[in-house]
């Protein structure tokens, strides 16, 4: 405590106590809780990104599979990487003519396989 008064006055010492920082083994369990906040933040943004994340379908393309208003999917993101996209699967793409949105539609065909597709 820091005491200050008047020398030879009674009564006008005062004690307040000293502000002090957080001991070590505190800044040890904040650093930690830190550590903790920043893998799970990571380990988020990971799968959402390379492994299984949601995605809301809009528009009558994929009917009846799909209704258009607003059902909402489990995406996986593993069959881009290890190539198990088979025909007949529901995929989720870039749109061609506009990079910025995502497109989905069924795999009518894979490598090395012939599409016939009629004119409307």
């Known amino acids: 405590a820091l005491c200050v008064g008047v020398r030879g006055v009674r009564g006008s010492f005062r004690c307040v106590p000293r502000l002090s920082l957080p001991s070590m083994a505190r800044w040890s369990q ?23 994340f949601l995605s809301k379908v809009s528009g009558p393309s994929m009917f009846p599979t799909f209704s258009g208003k607003g059902d909402v999917v489990v995406v996986d993101a ?5 190539g198990n996209i088979r025909k007949g699967d529901v995929i989720i793409c870039v749109r061609p003519v506009n990079p910025n949105e995502s497109i989905i539609k069924r795999v009518a065909g894979v490598e090395d396989e012939y599409v016939l597709v009629y004119p409307d």
Do not use: D, E, I, N
């Open 30 to 52: 904040l650093w930690g809780a830190g550590a903790v906040f920043t893998q799970t933040l990571c380990g988020f943004y990971l799968l959402s990104k390379y492994g299984v």
């Open 78 to 82: 593993f069959s881009k990487w290890t």
